[in-house]
């Protein structure tokens, strides 16, 4: 535990050499103040103090100087606090905003099916105080290094002063860092539990917090709550018995300190009746000792603070060590004005550890055509259109737009080929403007007419400040209808040569996503457009259809052929009509 909290401290120094050095500097300075206040304060008693109280002697000239060398310390300690302090504490802000901006970075790089493994309260957790509680070393080990200066000098005079009396005395302090290293050992372990359930507490607030609108549609607000509570409580219990377990050490090497001086008190007796040693020698040692006890002190909190960096630490950098990155290779964009060319061979896929969900699915569509993708629930629809957006990689078989493999292009190139969007359209708490544009350089006009194809220009318009409306996290202000359509926008502003969309008007009127998907049609923008679509109006519009059963592409032809020769296709549409109809009834 301490080799690799060590090496945990090592890396963070390392990282931050200017603020590390200035940390220790202040650190060193402080405890030579002390020193130094020491010897002032001895000095003033035995050359002012008690010469003025004993033999009324004129302090005139003695007064100034002797205030001078108390108010000078003073201020050397101070400034050494402040600098001890500041460095301190930025190093230690630094360090964690580097490994939160690391890790974020990292997380961003990894698959969705790792994403898929973890829960979004955990991962806030280790960003959070996982990085905290990883860099509490950094608060005690500048001054920790500090002092020991303070145990080097320290150590070597008592060893000048008496051979016997400093054996004794090393053997004392060892038991004491022994204590203390055996203490820090236990609160490892303890820190680590707390750890885990800070991540589960913040992971059951995320859900609550997340599911907000369904456990109070359902009336389950007494039984989210019990849930917290019961986790909470566990972390509290952890908590404290962690403090409990803390004071009980403090109290151990506290009265094992004073313990001390009561021993090294005795055998300096002895020794003083020996011979071997002065008065004098035994009041310095025991002064010695005195100061001992603050770099011992402060190497117990040290100890102490690697077990919980340590604890900390390891589970930020499990996610570290996550290795689950998305490959790329180094294809950039084509600056070609025409839309995609899309073809998939023999294309299998399979979620983590589930069952093979698209089967051997050939497939090729020309640039420029509008392809509607029809099938049952479940068939398999969106993990096909998500496979040609690459967000997941085919178990087998290869998917390639002009020929070439989505994978062997240059991370974010992707993206400005294809754009997908999904049927829930996740919107950032900015402006509508900012959401469409969404780091990409567009100006106001290709923003309007982005949003005009989109059908969204008219209501953004009527919105209390139109594209500089912010929008709340997630979008909550807007309706679903809507919000489909800005993330719509937000997808045709890149001017993709792919465009691919997951069901993402479903939630527009039926009239109103007839008019966005003639309008796409008929524009001028050089897109291969695929459309998973429901209703007749959307799938008649498209100039062929691919039907797709149980994860197989079952036939791809045009609608009137596909209703003619393919039995299946034709109830289906139908079945959908069906539905359309009865809800509009309804
Ligand atoms: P469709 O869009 O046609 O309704 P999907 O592609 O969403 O079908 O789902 C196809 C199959 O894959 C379903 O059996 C579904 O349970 C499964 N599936 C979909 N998404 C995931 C996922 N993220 N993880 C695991 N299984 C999934
Ligand atoms: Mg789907």
New binding site residues.
Partial sequence: MLREGGAIAVRFAKARPGSFSLAVLGAALFVSAIVASAVVIGRVTDELIIPVLDEGADYADLLWPALWAVILVAIWKAAAIVLRRTAAGYLQFRVQADARHDLIEHLLKLELAWY?RQSTGTLLAVSDTDVRQGTFILAPLPFGIGSSLLLIGTVTLIVLIDGWLSLIAFICLAGIVAVNMQGAWKMFSAFRDVQVLRGEVSSIAHESLDGALTIKALGRIDYETERFQTASEKLRDKLIHVLQMMATYRVGVEGLLSAITVIMLVAGAIRINSGDVTTGNIITITYLLSLLFIPIRIIGFVLWSIASSRAGWERVQDVYDVRDLVPYGDLLPQAEESGAHVTGKTVSFS?EG?ET?ITDVNLAIRPERVVAVV??????????TALLARLWDPSSGSITIDGRDLRSFARSALPGEVAYVAQEAFLFDDTVRGNIAFGVLADDQDVVAAAQLAGAHEFILELPEGYDSVLGERGTSLSGGQRQRIALARALVRKPRLLIL?DATSAVDPSVEARILERLRDSELPSTVII?AYRTSSITLADEVVF?DE?QIVAHGSHSDLTQDVPGYARIVEAYADDAESRSES
């Fill in positions: 898929q979620y589930g969900v099938g049952p629930t479940g068939s398999g629809k969106s993990t096909l997951d998973v797709v994860g």
